[in-house]
């Protein structure tokens, strides 16, 4: 699959989805590319379309409501956050196949750490043993997708006590750094991700 990778760095929410909004209006009107953003957001809590707002039970940072599925979930510095856009149709794939390949992505990133991570029967997203590391929201319009991911790597975990994180009560959260016990380069996790990536949907 021929995709572009783009490095956002530090972005703002706002920024990061007029990106996307771009790319997917580009693809529709077959005028653009499939595009990987690769960033970290500023301190950022997201509601899912149909998330409970009662779910943020204190907010300490910026709020914004989406278009994406799932619930509530916070972005942050030390965060790898990943936003997909690509033509469905295009590639043969449908939604369920497209979610599949994107945990099946976390896993194999977690995996070049020597992080043991899986899937959850009934719940999106990748877990360490009950600890939730990784979290998906995605939105699919005219096949392509917009929203994506977002892996705990160096993430301060302490925002997390302000949510209920993905809707879902007692849920653990936890990071790389924690389950490492240290940091981890940013850089060589975007390395791992765009490798893995371009074998998944070659």
């Not at 989406?66 to 856009?85: A, C, F, K, N, S």
């Not at 196949?97 to 997203?125: H, M």
Request: with cysteine; net charge negative.
């Amino acid at each position: 699959m021929d995709f572009l990778v783009k490095d956002l760095g530090l972005c703002d929410y706002n920024k990061a989805l007029l990106n996307q909004n771009n790319t997917k209006t580009d693809l529709v009107n077959n005028s653009g590319k499939d595009t990987l953003f690769l960033l970290e957001h500023n301190h950022t809590y997201t509601l899912g379309k149909n998330a409970n707002p009662n779910n943020v039970l204190s907010q300490n940072c910026e709020l914004f409501q989406t278009d994406r599925g799932g619930d509530v979930t916070y972005h942050g510095p030390g965060q790898l956050v990943g936003y997909p856009i690509i033509h469905l149709k295009k590639m043969g794939l449908g939604i369920k196949s497209y979610v599949s390949k994107i945990e099946i992505l976390l896993i194999r990133i977690l995996n070049d750490y020597n992080i043991v991570a899986s899937t959850k029967e009934g719940l999106t997203g990748v877990w360490v043993d009950d600890r939730k590391i990784a979290s998906i929201g995605i939105r699919v319009s005219q096949w392509v997708t917009t929203h994506g991911f977002s892996l705990n790597v160096n993430t301060d975990m302490s925002y997390f006590s302000n949510i209920i994180s993905c809707g879902i009560d007692n849920v653990a959260m936890t990071s790389m750094e924690q389950e490492l016990e240290g940091k981890i380069s940013m850089d060589d996790i975007k390395e791992s991700t765009i490798v893995h990536f371009n074998q998944l949907f070659k």
